[in-house]
């Protein structure tokens, strides 16, 4: 296979590629993926490209990192450059450049490279062997699971790859596991193909994925451990109304800046949030640097101590409501925040929280880890003094004009409570509020999220 570049007297690979970035590109079938690791497979190249649509021709040039995709449509190439433009792949912890080729078609010749590069396009893009559709439910394994691993966040990972119709997580055999059900066998193949082996979070929560042997699934409640996306109208099985979800079908380009698209790889420690907060994304990881943007100062730049934990601040954050807007978490093009070179003030809207007594995680397995749960209505109050009282921390929480529904202090630690505010937003504002709160007697209010209810 080759491109039809122009002739040159003495041009090398590099120079001809090189024209690639050169001047306005339109769209094209024709997709050009730069940066790929040096290891990279065919299977892993085409399985950016199958959750958009069938892919015709396959160009792999590991020598410069390279590879060109030909589309069946232009609208499937517009749709995979498009997603990828806000949600940048990212193989093996290195980050991947998806852009339209100055070339509307690739031509193919039969050296051993390309004849392996047709060969895993037709095992790739065609049924089974045996002739049979493959089955588009798929069983999930979460192995090595240091974090926690929720029905939701599995979702948005598998939504990727084509429209998840049903799901069901279960732990078995001392293992956390789903079965999951797409429209069709080949976004469960994509998924498989492209989500295998591959880790949640840095060095933990590895998916081992296999086709069930399941044909559908049958969901009789939609709450935290089952979820059948066409049937909104499904009790949750405890007796209360059907799920309120902000979001009842997941499909490819609905999640455009979610935490968990393009999942199973790494991610730099930066990312934006919007309306911006400091001390929100704290209950997720130690904040390095915030800066707050000079010209949209509802939005931030938030710096964490590491990837895993920019990770779990996306992943629980975004979409929640903060004074009555939604929080809008993406991932940053930087992988810092820089701070203000000297002599050059920017009027105190850079941070540097670096050297923060309130930092959570900075022993490595702390036990905070095992506490960190997505934002809901109760709150897990800490480091509360001797002399502080419930109506006390109750009258505290209300100032904001907040609703205190409930309030029980630990039988055996009156150091610790629970406070069930009036509503996840509520709770959220009033973390935000009163985390690190002055409680007298040189203790500091500690305020995280309670998976428990009173």
Do not use: W
């Amino acid at each position: 296979m080759y491109l039809a570049f122009p002739k040159r007297s003495n041009g090398s690979d590099s120079k001809k590629f090189k024209s690639e970035l050169r001047g306005p590109i339109t769209s094209s079938r024709v997709i050009h993926i730069r940066k790929l690791p040096s290891d990279i497979t065919e299977a892993e190249v085409i399985s950016l490209g199958l959750p958009f649509g069938d892919i015709s021709n396959l160009l792999l040039l590991k020598a410069k990192n390279q590879a060109f995709l030909e589309m069946n449509s232009e609208e499937a190439a517009q749709n995979m450059v498009g997603y990828y433009s806000t949600m940048m792949p990212v193989i093996r912890h290195q980050p991947v450049y998806v852009q339209f080729s100055n070339h509307k078609e690739l031509k193919t010749d039969h050296s051993p490279n390309q004849e392996r590069a047709q060969a895993a396009l037709r095992a790739l893009s065609s049924p089974h062997a045996d002739g049979a559709a493959p089955s588009s439910v798929l069983r999930v394994v979460v192995e090595n699971m240091l974090y926690p691993v929720t029905l939701d966040a599995l979702c948005q990972i598998f939504a990727k790859f084509g429209t998840v119709l049903r799901i069901i997580v279960f732990t078995k055999n001392n293992q956390f596991q789903a079965l999951l059900q797409y429209q069709d066998g080949a976004s469960a193949q994509a998924a498989k193909l492209s989500l295998d082996g591959q880790n949640i979070y840095n060095g933990c929560c590895t998916l081992r994925i296999g086709f069930s042997k399941l044909t559908s699934l049958n969901v009789k409640y939609n709450n935290e451990k089952s979820r059948d996306f066409t049937r909104p109208d499904l009790p949750s099985g405890d007796g209360h109304a059907p799920m309120e979800h902000p979001a009842m079908t997941f499909a490819p380009g609905i999640i455009s800046a979610a935490p968990y698209s393009g999942a199973a790889h790494a991610f730099p420690p930066a990312f934006t949030i919007q309306p911006a907060s400091e001390s929100l994304p704290c209950v997720y990881g130690d904040v390095m640097r915030v800066k707050i943007l000079f010209n949209k100062k509802e939005n931030a730049l938030v710096q964490m101590s590491d990837s895993t934990q920019a990770q779990l601040a996306m992943s629980h954050l975004s979409g929640q409501r903060l004074h009555g807007k939604p929080v809008r978490v993406t991932l940053s093009k930087h992988s810092s925040v820089q701070l203000p070179r000297e002599g050059h003030e920017d009027q105190g809207l850079t941070k540097d929280y670096s050297s923060s007594s309130l930092h959570r995680f900075k022993k490595p397995g702390s036990k905070n880890y095992a506490n960190i749960f997505p934002p809901s209505a109760t709150l897990h109050l800490s480091n509360i003094p001797p002399s502080v009282v419930e109506d006390e921390l109750k009258m505290l929480f209300s100032s904001s004009g907040a609703t205190v529904n409930a309030f029980k202090f630990f039988q055996k630690d009156h150091k610790m409570a629970l406070i069930q505010m009036g509503s996840v937003e509520e709770a959220i504002e009033s973390l935000v509020e009163f985390h690190d709160h002055d409680l007298g007697e040189n203790h500091h209010l500690r305020v995280s999220f309670s998976k428990s209810s009173i």
